[in-house]
């Protein structure tokens, strides 16, 4: 042999036998040999230092012996190529129609040999073993995808066109890009530590099959559309998942199972993780229309923002809600094994656009929480009681929906530190209000009324709703009363306060008109500052004088009853409202 080796058959299949065929000396140390029928290799084909090997044929292509091809292996024709010897391939390309198998005791790139690009199997399936890494510089195109490597695996090639991908066994990170016709995930990611990226731009991920990552490493899927099937694990333990479905959704079916320590994922429509055994951690960002995110144990959410119905279930453990959770379009349904932990006040933890608000859980304020139904009939419901672990702000607003507590706000020994109702339509509540700082009433554009059992032991309540009025349903009692704005009506009720009931009417002025020269006799005494004062604003104790004006207002006081064990002080309000 020479420098360069060529043979043509016409005709019939060549047999590659004997000593084999090698190009070791002397210029480019190639080898091209081409068959009309079929290639079986039965000894070795070795080209020099530098130099490529390419094989044509139209009826298959086996070998019972190796190929070394320094320079890369070029296959072109028509047949099943299967190479499965201890082949010394470094670059691999191939024009076939047929499937391909191809063993590489060396690292393998899909690149260019003798002029030709890429590997293109057409509907034909394909299947690489290498002892190193595989990467790719041209693209891939072929139906059912297998791969093995000692090391990484990288085809992100955006030209890349797989339909199916099998089993792949690495030692490495793994990354496959798909472009075309979506992608089903069938055969078992094997686990490394290292991490896992599969994307598909040209239709649906589908996944089917196990999806393993080890050691913290992440697994990342994407696809217009992304679903798990029945037999689906995708596992990245400590890892971060992240599923991108692009302008498509997310589907699971309930026997598979997401295990994650972090989850982000992202869907222009539908985002439903709803499977009873899925173990997630934290759910570090959750975008979609209608979303559903279900834990065997208890889970954590960081961002959340929907614009559909919200559905966060869990088994025994806690949902902790450490950062925004909204929807423009739908409810928000919260219901843990164990408890509902609100963990945020950067803004309001819970938000929709109108609709309804359920915490079907007992609530327990880790930080001051704002909880908001927005503008519509949307309401906030408490199922259960609602504990802190210091003195919180529950500060709550549902517009011209209700709000209602299932249980008993804060306790004797911890109490929460303020209750804020702004507006609503009504407010039920189903046992005793504990807060250091009070129940503030804020509504400020919708009357509301209030029933059930209004009672605030040891908890003072300040009446500050401008220009809307309080009607009372039920019996109040209180420690202290302070009425600033607004207007209250208590027909047939009782108002008990522990200690002062103090209303400050539009008339009110707290200069003794018989005593010479300005004078502040007539306020309202009190040795130490109040927790809060008329639209949360200031009161000089000098002058009396508020910095935002009172007007507070009886409506009906019909056969209301109003005992008062401390001091009973009203300045400018008319006590003649319905008598």
Do not use: K
Not at 166 to 192: C, E, K, P, Y
Not at 328 to 336: H, L, R, V
């Amino acid at each position: 042999p020479g420098a360069v080796v060529s043979i043509s058959e016409a005709t019939g299949d060549v047999l590659v036998n004997g000593s084999g065929l090698s190009s070791t000396s002397g210029g480019t140390p190639n080898i091209r040999l081409s068959s009309a029928a079929s290639i079986t290799q039965s000894a070795i084909i070795t080209a020099g230092t530098g130099g490529f090997v390419r094989l044509n044929f139209s009826n298959g292509l086996t070998q019972s012996s190796v190929i070394t091809a320094p320079a890369g292996l070029a296959l072109n024709g028509s047949g099943n190529a299967v190479l499965g010897q201890t082949n010394a391939v470094s670059v691999l390309s191939a024009s076939l129609s047929g499937s391909l198998s191809l063993n590489t005791t060396t690292a393998l790139e899909l690149g260019t040999v003798d002029g030709l690009a890429g590997v293109s199997l057409g509907a034909n399936p394909l299947s690489l073993s290498a002892t190193g890494a595989i990467s790719q510089s041209q693209p891939l195109i072929c139906s059912t995808l297998v791969l093995s490597s000692t090391l990484g695996i990288s085809l992100d090639n955006i030209a890349n066109q797989v339909t199916e991908l099998g089993a792949v066994t690495r030692g490495g990170a793994f990354a496959l890009v798909d472009s075309a016709g979506g992608l089903n995930v069938n055969g078992t990611i094997a686990s490394a530590s290292a991490p896992v990226s599969i994307s598909t731009a040209g239709g649906a991920l589908s996944v089917n099959s196990w999806v393993l990552a080890a050691g913290g490493s992440d697994i990342t899927l994407s696809g217009v559309g992304i679903s798990f099937g029945s037999a689906s694990v995708v596992r990245s333990a400590t890892g971060h998942l992240y599923l991108d479905a692009l302008t498509g959704g997310v589907s699971q079916n309930a026997a598979s199972v997401l295990d994650c320590d972090l989850l982000t994922a992202q869907a222009d429509l539908d985002l439903i993780l709803s499977a009873a055994n899925n173990t997630l951690g934290t759910v570090e960002s959750a975008s979609g229309v209608n979303m559903s995110i279900r834990d065997m144990n208890g889970y954590s959410v960081n961002s959340l923002t929907a614009s559909g119905a919200v559905s966060l279930v869990s088994g025994p453990g806690d949902i902790t809600i450490t950062g925004p959770v909204s929807s423009s379009g739908g409810s928000i349904a919260i219901n843990p094994g164990t408890s509902i932990r609100l963990n945020y006040d950067v803004g309001a933890v819970l938000e929709t656009g109108g609709y309804d608000i359920l915490l079907q859980r007992p609530v327990v304020l880790a930080s001051d929480a704002t909880i908001t139904s927005g503008a519509g009939a949307g309401g906030i419901n408490f199922s259960a009681a609602i504990t802190t672990t210091a003195a919180r702000v529950l500060d709550l607003t549902a517009d011209t929906g209700s709000i209602i507590f299932g249980g008993q706000l804060g306790t004797v020994a911890l109490p929460l530190g303020r209750l804020i109702l702004r507006d609503s339509s009504a407010v039920n509540f189903a046992s005793a209000v504990y807060a250091q700082d009070g129940v503030i009433s804020a509504a400020g554009a919708v009357d509301t009324n209030w029933s059930g059992t209004i009672s605030f032991p040891n908890t003072d309540l300040y009446l500050d709703h401008a220009g809307r009025s309080l009607t009372m349903l039920a019996d109040l009692s209180c420690r202290n009363l302070y009425f600033y704005r607004g207007s209250l009506s208590v027909p047939g009720r009782t108002i008990s306060t522990g200690a002062d009931f103090a209303a400050f009417g539009s008339g009110y002025d707290p200069d003794d008109p018989e005593w010479t020269g300005a004078d502040s006799r007539f306020s309202y005494y009190h040795g130490t500052s109040l927790a809060y004062y008329s639209a949360g604003g200031n009161y000089d104790p000098v002058t009396g004088d508020f910095d935002s004006p009172v007007n507070a207002a009886f409506t009906n006081l019909a056969g209301a009853t109003l005992q008062v064990a401390g001091s009973f002080y009203n300045n400018g309000a008319s006590m003649n409202a319905g008598a």
